[in-house]
């Protein structure tokens, strides 16, 4: 039970930590900062919080569990703020998309309180933004990827594993840099397709004829592209190489894809499009339990190179 | 009211407009054919075909409707198929994602019976397939794009807008150019990109590790990556042109969002992923009908060069 949670930005992902924490009986009482007076005000109207705080080392005073729920790139800013306010056996967290930043930002902003950090990413989020869509049910069933330093103390991993299981999450460990080359594949890297694919529509003169015509096929392959700018420039410039990485792997499977339909290869093409196919019928199977996930010795959880299933 | 539909193709489109047509009473009795007879069996023992015929023109022979639900590459032949047993005032239509090409088949296939033809277009689908996945509710507010010719008779045309409204269809008319137009830019394009991320993916020796934390951003943006692999290959080389052109201009746009990543430009990244946002809200503000659709003069229906509404 966390007697007070003190929550650092009040948005989409914070809000519905507060509010999910809430639901599971696991918080006593919230005390949230944001630099926007707006969303503090709003996050109190809508039971999110229960005390607004007037800067980010208030809400950590007192708190025994500091929630940074921020852009990654305030992050440094954000600890350095809460540092001195922290109590011995407290617990800061993030929610944040990259890790490598993220705890190179923590180890130089923490010092010696370094071990009472645990980054975290977990895997949800929507294309909205803002408290108003903060909801309690945002992390249910999904999964939670901690990446724990040497420095990181035992009980405070262990009462992070044990809060995002009670939220209804599967958690796991992986060190950050395998996070991050991770989540460049299947995370950013949509993202900047997405991003893409919409900003060359948006040069066409036809634009809006083609739009008119779009379907659930669309709605589903560009829902990501309504993401928030801040949060995504942030995390796209902190995992940049990664991400640019993982594009080049992309337009190399795009090159192949456009070769076959320059010279009408109608079986390699068909070649082409059944292994995309069957990777990703491989993978769904995978999200639903039918069939052994991919690159997993087991049913119970992801696994791979760099991944350990925690208990 | 049809006394005969003649189905050639009993996969998930046909299969589903079979099913979709007797929901709504428009349909007395079914003859289906198939090149392959265990989806024809399969067909009868789910309900969605009455009688199975043994060649295309065989379910065309005392049909008033004709449904093509074939993969495009396949419209020519099969229309060659059925030319001599159409009945007089029997109408062809077929469902494929390309006009231009199944438009010029028609032409060479059905010769003076060319009136009969309705090309037509349901924006719709699943990234399943097969007639085990056929449904009711498939067209259920879906968008239909039919693309006449200047020899369709009126008779033929009206009776296929009327179907596809009795199925809860919105109905618009647009030359066979514009339409492959357009659907390169939000339907197949989309689908070769998820194509090449998949592709990508496979290519890497932690593909597996990847997967593994993948979450729904990545589950809604990569599910057309499991589209049927004939289908989508007769799609994207009949289309290749629109196709290709549409790929330049999003590698132009993923050029200019890699150049901010390298020079670490976080202003600009941020201008390009909120103009990105900007777009796919105003789409999706249009779809749910809160606000004015892009491109169209009233509240009731897309529009844009080259798209006019359906009565």
Not at 66 to 76: D, E, F, M, R, S
Request: charged share 15%; glycine share 10%; net charge neutral.
């Amino acid at each position: 039970m966390i007697q007070q949670l003190g929550l650092i930005g009040c948005g989409l992902m914070g809000g519905s930590f507060a509010l999910a924490l809430r639901r599971a009986g696991w918080v006593r009482r919230v005390t949230g900062y944001s630099p926007s007076a707006h969303t503090l005000q709003r996050a109190q109207a809508l039971g999110v919080i229960d005390e607004a705080a007037d800067s980010a080392g208030a809400a950590a005073a007192g708190s025994d569990l500091v929630l940074l729920a921020l852009p990654v790139g305030a992050t440094g800013r954000a600890l350095a703020a809460v540092r001195e306010q922290l109590a011995p056996q407290a617990v800061v967290m993030d929610v944040g998309s990259t890790k490598g930043d993220v705890v190179a930002a923590a180890a130089q902003a923490l010092g010696d309180r370094l071990g009472q950090f645990v980054p975290a990413h977990p895997m949800a989020g929507r294309e909205v933004s803002g408290v108003e869509h903060a909801q309690a049910s945002l992390y249910d069933g999904c999964l939670v990827i901690l990446t724990p330093l040497a420095d990181t103390r035992p009980q405070a991993l262990d009462l992070a594993r044990s809060l995002w299981q009670a939220l209804g999450c599967r958690v796991i460990d992986m060190p950050p840099q395998a996070h991050d080359a991770a989540v460049a594949a299947v995370s950013h890297l949509p993202h900047l397709l997405a991003f893409a694919l919409m900003n060359g529509l948006d040069s066409q003169p036809g634009a809006a004829a083609s739009l008119a015509v779009a379907g659930p096929g669309f709605r589903d392959f560009s829902r990501i592209a309504a993401s928030d700018p801040v949060m995504w420039r942030d995390i796209l410039l902190a995992n940049r190489q990664s991400v640019l990485a993982q594009s080049l792997s992309f337009r190399a499977a795009l090159d192949r894809l456009e070769a076959t339909l320059q010279r009408g290869d109608g079986p390699a093409l068909e070649a082409l499009i059944e292994s995309a196919r069957r990777l990703r019928t491989r993978w769904q199977a995978g999200q639903t339990g039918s069939l052994t996930p991919i690159g997993t010795h087991g049913p119970d959880g992801p696994g791979g190179p760099g991944a350990t299933a925690a208990s």
